[in-house]
């Protein structure tokens, strides 16, 4: 039997974070993953190259049913705070676009830097090891042999399971009476019905757009592909996407109202087809000229078709059927519902000593170092308490 000062299941981004500075705070710290090695997600995010923040990281970048929950500890952890540490261990990074902070080198070298914080914490870690049952009596968690009056639950959510990702974390938060916001995937391509198939035959080709679902919008580059929509614009929208409705696309963000009639008279011989492909694929081009179905010159089209198709480039129906799920989301949106938890502290507010952070939590970022900075926020908050 060994006993701790708290016992943090799951080594990843929260985790290690959150075990790193409770050991630099003098606490004794378990951390337990059933994973052959800590950081797993952090190794394949950023297509290896771990984009681990963002600069313009703010709580309204965040999904959640209680959209001021993450303020607390975003505040108290910045996007800064982080940077710092990766420039103490002379990791080199660069902005890649819209603040999106990425290694130069390899997302390796965030894992190895959490794991020297955790040495430096005087850590213990146990990878490879399989939780079992946790037991809470006399105000001590324990996992198998080893107890501790604090339990941090950093399991993250069940996205990409292949990679080791369950939905532990709502089992046993829902063990404790918590709650759990019902979750799905997020930040995932969306599939289209086969009578949409005209766009699957686009497969490959991709377009700065416009995307939006309800009021949400995002403009970056959306990607057609076998089975529907992908490309960050889509992966955005999809968070906030729900069955039922559609998204809508705008294949010309920048165009100004009246594009097209100022087109007819400046250019009275250009074709539909010809505009289009002056700023968009050719493929793609040719696809919306022949859906629009106005062939010929612009002189022979009446303003008010032209009007109506530019209506309909600027707000593109698609209703997805369903999305890619799990195997292929970023993360989860719902989860340990933060109606449950300490905004300051992380902890249980009727649990005393059981914490919840990162992805296993109902806070969500978008797509581009927004969910990192959350683990690593929420994990500091937590820490601060243990
Ligand atoms: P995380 O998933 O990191 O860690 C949970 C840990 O718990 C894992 O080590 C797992 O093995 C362990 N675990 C799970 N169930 C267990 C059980 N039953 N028993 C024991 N251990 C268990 N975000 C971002 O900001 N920038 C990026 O570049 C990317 N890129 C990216 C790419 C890909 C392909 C994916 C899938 C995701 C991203 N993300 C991202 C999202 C980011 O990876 C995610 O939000 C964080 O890893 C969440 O951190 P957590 O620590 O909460 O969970």
Redesign the pocket.
Known sequence: MAEYDAIV????????MCAAIAGQRGRRVLL????DR?????L???GGR?????LHTAPDRYLSQNPHFAKSALRRYTAQDFLDLVERHRIAWHEKTLGQLFCDGSARQIVDMLLDECDAGQVTLHTG???GEVEHADGRYRVGQDTAPALVI????P??PK????G??YDLARRFGLKVVEPRPA?VPLTLPADQALFRDLAGVAAPVRARAGKTGFDEAALFTHRGLSGPAILQVSSYWRHGEDIAIDFLPHAATGWLAAAKRSHPRTTLRKLLSDTLPGRLAETLAEQLALPGELANLADRKLAEAEQRLAAWPFLPNGTEGYAK???TVGGISTADLSSQTMEARKVPGLYA????VDVT?WL????????WAS?WAAAQAL
């Open positions: 299941l799951g080594a990843g981004a929260a985790g290690l337990i993953d059933h994973a800590a950081g797993k997600k952090i394949i995010s950023g771990c984009n681990f923040t963002n090891r399989q939780i950093a399991t993250g959510g996205s990409i990679m080791g990702a369950t532990f974390a930040l989301a970023e993360v952070i990162g992805e296993a970022g581009g170092g927004y969910n990192f900075q959350w683990a994990g």
